[in-house]
Each structure stands twice: as C-alpha cells, then as structure tokens.
C-alpha cells in the first residue's frame, strides 16, 4: 500500500511541493493543490501558464481538479517572476473572487501562495501567504502551534466544513475571469 501523503500544515509545506512544478521561472505559473479533509493533497494541477507579468486563470480550471478529485478544499498558488511575491491588486481581487466561487460549490479556498522566482529572488522573503497577511475570508493552512496532532486537525477542518456548509458566506460577487497583472506591483 501506498503511504498517505504528509498533512500541509503550514505554508511553506505548500511552497516546497509546488516549486519543482515551476519550471520556468520567468513565466507566471497558477497552481492547485487539492486537499482532503485532513489537509493532505489529493493532486496538484497546473492550471494556467502565462507571460513574464500575467496569467489568465479561468475559474472553471481551477475548480475542476478539485471536484475530479473528491477534495474538500484548495490551495492557490502562483509565482512572480519579477521575484517580489508581494500581491498586486489584482491578486487580491482574483483571491476573493474564486473564494466566492469555491464557497458557490462548497470547495473553501484555505490560502493563496504567491511565490517570488526568477532572477531578482529575495532569499528572506521566497513567498506571501494572503491567509497570513489577512487577505483570505475564510480558512487558512493549520499551523504547527494550532494542532496538537493530525486528529485535532482533522476535526477543526471538519467543524470549519460543516461551518461553510450551514450557509457562512452568502455574499454575491460579479463573476469574471481575471488576468492577475504584475505591472501594479
């Protein structure tokens, strides 16, 4: 039998499975990580692959990979190639945007990555969660200190499902695609 794949836990997990996938590093890249309930991935999905400062994200891609997979959340991540991984804009608002879609389908966005490659990499600072930095509505990547062991983990993002499920977020939001843009950082 196949082991289990490890929990993410904290985002830098996220950030060490989703690097060898960014295999151009001066192209934006848009990357899934489907989890299950204990916050271990079911699949990771490339799922755009753009210009130097822009990448086109449908967001019927981005929740495909999910519901093929049975998850019950995603991770988003994307990189900027101009090495700075602070978020734009537009990241932002492309964040919220498919947060609001995922809560549409019961699939809770717990974090967006954005990830600084290319040539101009600051070592101290290689990512952004916007789950940290307060840009997230609802759920995040459980952190060491929040969990004692993977069951106590497994409840709270069961507790955080059935939370979503009983009808949390009902706002309406204005459907679009977005290109998330590095000329605004």
Do not use: W
Request: hydrophobic share 35%; proline share 7%; net charge positive.
């Amino acid at each position: 039998a196949k082991p289990a794949p490890k929990a993410l836990h904290k985002p830098e997990d996220a950030y060490n499975l989703v690097m060898p996938l960014i295999d151009d590093p001066n192209r934006e890249h848009f990357v899934v990580i489907v989890l299950d309930v204990r916050n271990r991935p079911r699949g990771i999905a490339r799922v755009g692959t753009g210009a130097v400062d822009h990448c086109l994200v449908d967001p019927r891609e981005v929740f495909a990979p999910a519901i093929r997979l049975s998850g019950t959340a995603v991770l988003l991540v994307h990189n900027h190639p101009s090495g700075d991984p602070t978020p734009s804009i537009e990241d932002i608002e492309l964040t919220q945007r498919l947060a609001h879609a995922g809560d549409l389908i019961s699939m809770p966005i717990l974090d967006h990555l954005i990830i600084g490659t290319g040539p101009h990499v600051n070592e101290a600072r290689k990512f952004v969660s916007l789950a940290e930095v307060g840009h997230m509505r609802a759920g995040r990547i459980q952190t060491e200190g929040d969990t004692k062991d993977d069951a106590t983990l497994a409840k709270k993002s069961l507790n955080q499902h059935r939370r979503h499920e009983a009808g949390g977020h009902t706002k309406t939001r204005k459907k679009t695609t977005r290109i998330i843009s590095s000329k605004s950082r």
